[in-house]
């Protein structure tokens, strides 16, 4: 994982270079279901970064076959990938009229 520095208004912001990952895409999913099932959001087993990103839902009738975009959530500016990642998984949901 990378670092890179931007300045804004005289301050450092430090912002983080990643990749998504399959833990990334399965924590989206697994707060999702604890949100429908309503029990707690999951602990994330990954590292917190800040940086910016995206969520995207997909829905697909066949397994491993392209899908059609349900909709897509995110920002460049950087943020806590944990919150980030649970915010915009919920969010994106909550604004689609059926689950992904």
């Known amino acids: 994982m990378g670092r890179a520095s931007e300045s804004r208004n005289g301050s450092v912001a430090v912002v983080e270079k990643l990749q998504s990952t399959q833990e990334h895409c399965s924590f989206c999913f697994d707060v999702l279901i604890a949100h429908l099932a309503n029990v707690d959001a999951p602990v994330p ?51 689609s009229h059926s689950p992904p």
């Open 45 to 95: 087993d990954f590292s917190d970064a800040n940086c910016p990103l995206f969520v995207t839902w997909n829905k697909s009738s066949i397994w491993n076959q392209p899908g059609q975009l349900r909709g897509c959530i995110g920002t460049l500016e950087p943020r806590r990938l944990h919150t980030a990642l649970r915010d915009y998984a919920l969010t994106r949901y909550a604004s």
